[in-house]
């Protein structure tokens, strides 16, 4: 139900095209399982990913002798769930530091949605009593860190800054030191996403972590790469140059509101093996979503 209207594009597309595949009477032979490739990869999944799905649907069905085409749905409900081996309650949990503040680090490409994504987060946790910093360690975007400043206002909650221009390890540095001092819960960090250079952007990071480790223990407790949904299977070509350069412990996939391909998630899970923890929705703040898989799919299919 969560998902009822930011994903209605999605539903439309994949949803339709695979529902009005099962509803015609037909039999499951060559032709349907083509249908249901071309169907899959046009709602993003790739075409790994929708060969895999259906050679192993193509086995399910001689195995198990189907002929009815609701059968063959309810396999795949089943099989798109199955890839996502997620937990059993759907909740989106962060991994929390239970001997200090914990350190959330956010990465991805100019645009694609991190700061807005933290004023979302930074938000939720508010509300839910913590007490929350965020770090505008994106010196290099014009207008990144008035952006964040102005989340932090409108969410109630610190922010760490420096100009334009500085450099992204001493605003972490402060930050670290100001949540440990003053006993902040969580920290949200911010980062410039320069994938133009991937070495240049593997020294900032390692340089950033590196000062967070050092400083607290055990942190940072995730970080989350942030990618824009509606670049279509280029998304997964980014989360791969990012994989490469940092230990990711998962996705946040934006403005899945304006796209009618949610595929793409089944794709990066699938492929990558990094669980999608939240999905944003619309740029307002209560626009971001945990992702249950289980609902997701489900909601595909309606
Ligand atoms: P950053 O460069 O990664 O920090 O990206 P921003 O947070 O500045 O986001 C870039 C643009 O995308 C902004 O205009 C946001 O309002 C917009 N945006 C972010 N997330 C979403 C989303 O889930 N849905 C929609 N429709 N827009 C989003």
Known sequence: KKYEHGLSKSRSLIGQKLNSLFANFRSVDDEFF????????????????????SDQLKEEVKLNNIKKTAEVQNFIVEKLIDMYDAPDDGKSELNINPDGPTVILFIGVNGAGKTTTIGKLANKYREDGKKVLVAAADTFRAGAIEQLDEWAKRDHVDIVKKDEGSDPASVVYDAVQRAKKENYDI??????????????????????????????????????????????????????????VANISGLVLTKLDGTARGGIIIAIKNELGIPVKYVGLGESVNDLQDFDPKEFVYGLFK
């Open 34 to 53: 083509e249908d249901l490739e071309d169907t899959l990869i046009e709602s993003d999944v790739g075409v790994k990913t929708a060969t895999e799905i």
């Open 187 to 244: 920290l949200f960090v911010d980062t410039a996403g320069r994938l133009q250079n991937k070495v240049n952007l593997m020294n900032e990071l390692e340089k950033m972590n590196k000062i967070i480790t050092r400083e607290i223990p055990g942190a940072p407790q995730e970080v989350l790469l942030v990618i824009d949904a509606t670049i279509g299977q280029n998304a997964l070509v980014q989360a791969k140059m990012f994989k490469d």
